[in-house]
């Protein structure tokens, strides 16, 4: 390795996914690496899949970090970013092992770090089983429809073919200037242990004055979400606990108004927003109770 390459560490949070990681890391193994120095961070949360195990046979040069299943998303991704800063490089890269690769992704978020100082760079988020359709791309804020609101018709073939602007960034590809990372901290993994903590770190990256970018060319296909079951499909008991109880579920009513407290533009739009919400998810058990109510009508 040159002594001019780039350092570059990318930094991937784990938990018993051992398959579908292999297949991440398969798929970094084979990305242009021309003038970089890469070196993967996995953090494997107490994985008893043997996770680690099969990492350490098939891709002996990656270092594990272990956690004992108590870090979640947001510790978990501070814990590689931390082991990565040991090692002083010029960027890391946070991302989901549940992604292929496109082989000059890297290369092009580098290139587009270089030609707009002062960014972090977001890498084009597609569908793996729909490989057209933009993921998790393109959030803007709406205070009256609820908060982040993100494209569901974006394909790689409509959004801009140059960077451009986001107001928000997912940590599913961030390429981010050890710099940045040094200025602004990592995510909050207290308030955010289990998910909107990059939207919260966004945030703060875009109030410090570092831009947020995409690179359409920076393809990365990604598994699709899974959501959980709606609160209608729920007994009354189960939802009373995920709305004001289980701040672990995605649904949780603290969990929803924190998110918006610490990603929102202002905190008088965070609370607006969350009262929409509120709304929003009203009419919806209107909607549904209603509807329950007229379909026993005509048994």
């Not at 938990?15 to 021309?34: A, C, V």
């Not at 350490?56 to 590689?80: C, K, M, Q, W």
């Not at 082991?83 to 890297?106: K, R, S």
């Not at 100082?117 to 009256?144: A, C, M, N, R, Y």
Request: with cysteine.
């Amino acid at each position: 390795m040159s002594d001019l390459a780039r350092k570059v560490a990318i930094v991937i949070p784990v938990y018993n996914r051992r398959e579908i990681t292999l297949q991440g890391l398969r798929s970094l193994s084979r990305i242009d690496r021309t003038g970089f120095d890469v070196r993967l961070f996995i953090v494997d949360d107490g994985s008893t899949d043997g996770t680690s195990d099969a990492i350490r046979s098939e891709f002996p040069d990656v270092i594990v970090i272990h956690g004992d299943g108590t870090l979640h998303y947001a510790a978990g991704t501070n814990r590689g970013i931390e082991a990565a800063l040991e090692w002083d490089p010029e960027f890391i890269a946070t991302m989901n092992d549940d992604a292929v690769f496109h082989e000059q992704f890297l290369q092009r978020l580098v290139n587009t770090a270089d030609k707009n100082p002062h960014s972090i760079i977001g890498g084009l988020l597609l569908l793996w089983d729909e490989p057209h359709k933009v993921f998790q791309v393109g959030q803007t804020w709406k205070t009256l429809k609820g908060g982040w609101v993100i494209p569901s018709d974006w394909t790689a073939f409509t959004v801009p073919q140059t960077a451009f602007e986001a107001e928000c960034l997912v940590g599913n590809c961030l390429l981010l200037p050890a710099a940045a990372i040094r200025e602004c901290g990592m995510m909050d993994e207290k308030r955010f242990p289990y998910g909107w903590g990059d939207a919260q770190w966004m945030a703060r990256f875009s109030k410090a004055g570092w831009r947020l970018l995409v690179e359409p060319k920076a393809y990365v296909w990604c598994e699709p979400n899974t959501y959980p079951k709606p609160l209608h499909q729920m007994s009354k008991g189960k939802i009373l606990r995920t709305l004001f109880l289980d701040k672990r579920h995605p649904l949780n009513l603290s969990r929803q108004f924190s998110a918006r407290w610490h990603s929102a533009p202002s905190r008088s739009k965070a609370v607006a927003s969350f009262l929409v919400y509120l709304g929003q998810l009203a009419a919806k058990s209107v909607g549904f109770a209603a509807g329950a109510q007229k379909g026993g009508g005509k048994g």
